[in-house]
């Protein structure tokens, strides 16, 4: 979305667990137990601390990326819990980053990109694993380079 910004939840979940994500459990008895705790318990507890890192993790950077989205989905379906683990830890924490590479390996500009043998690598992995691109990085590249950034419902021309 034009205008929207990100959620950058790098620094929270140190505030939330005391550790990364990597240490938070999420699933199916996690986000049900996440909505009792946060209907119940007071703000500020390590209870309610917990209970917003899982809707975090499974409701804002899941969403963002394939392989946290496809573990919750897995998770939810087979109704079972498991911990976030480091692979996802560091998606999260470098999700912002693939995707300013993504933008400037392919000129900051509006278009469509294939998949090739010559694709670049932040290109190759914003396709595995990125499913909701961060605009920070490209909203930023437009006012650096004095470019006005396209208004939602604008066409990109010919591009």
């Known amino acids: 979305m034009v205008g929207s910004g990100s959620l950058h939840s790098d620094g929270a979940y140190l505030d939330l667990l005391g550790d990364s994500v990597h240490i938070c459990k999420i699933g199916f008895q996690s986000l049900l137990h996440a909505f009792r ?68 390996e392919n000129g900051c500009v509006k278009r469509d990109v294939k998949l090739a043998e010559n694709t670049g690598p932040a290109t190759q992995k914003v396709a595995k694993s990125v499913r909701i691109l961060c605009r920070s990085p490209l909203d930023n590249w437009f006012e650096e380079n004095n470019v006005p950034a396209m208004k939602e419902g604008e066409s990109s021309g010919s591009q």
């Open 37 to 104: 705790i946060l209907a119940s318990y007071a703000e500020g507890t390590e209870k309610h601390k917990e209970a917003i890192a899982v809707i975090l993790v499974m409701f804002f950077e899941a969403p963002r990326l394939q392989e946290l989205y496809d573990m919750s989905l897995r998770l939810l379906e087979d109704k079972l819990d498991e911990q976030v683990g480091v692979t996802n830890k560091n998606l999260i924490n470098r999700w912002s980053n693939m995707c300013r590479d993504f933008y400037w």
